[in-house]
């Protein structure tokens, strides 16, 4: 019913900037985009979220540095990464919430986008 496919990726030096992006097919009724992020080894955090009244949420460790944004015309959410530092390498997943008939909301996810953040 809904597909996220993310773009963006790739590498950066320390201080550089992405911006990653992710784009919905699918329902045009979406209660809140996502990011999270996942190095090898580690377990996946969220980093930024936006809900559909506009309040926006980021994990301590990128606040200041990343911005998440959405466009309604093409139905794709952004995230902005400027000061990137070598932790900040991992893969990028979208998520998103979807209203359903049951009440219950939809959760779907992106197919990931990788960042390298390196010399």
């Known amino acids: 019913q809904v597909q996220l496919v993310e773009s963006g990726g790739g590498l950066a030096q320390p201080g550089g900037s992405l911006r990653l992006s992710c784009a919905a097919a699918?329902?045009?009724?979406?209660?809140?985009w996502s990011w999270y992020r996942q190095a090898p080894g580690d377990q996946r955090e969220m980093v930024a979220k936006?809900?559909?009244?506009?309040?926006?949420t980021y994990s301590d460790s990128v606040k200041g540095r990343f911005t998440i944004s959405t466009d309604s015309a093409k139905n794709t959410a952004y995230l902005h990464m400027n000061s990137l530092k070598p932790a900040d390498a991992a893969v990028y997943y979208c998520?998103?919430?979807?209203?359903?008939?049951?009440?219950?909301?939809?959760?779907?996810w992106g197919q990931g986008t990788l960042v390298t953040v390196s010399s």
């Open positions: 936006i809900t559909r009244d506009g309040r926006r």
């Open positions: 699918g329902s045009p009724f979406i209660n809140d």
């Open positions: 998520n998103v919430h979807v209203p359903t008939t049951t009440g219950r909301p939809l959760e779907v």
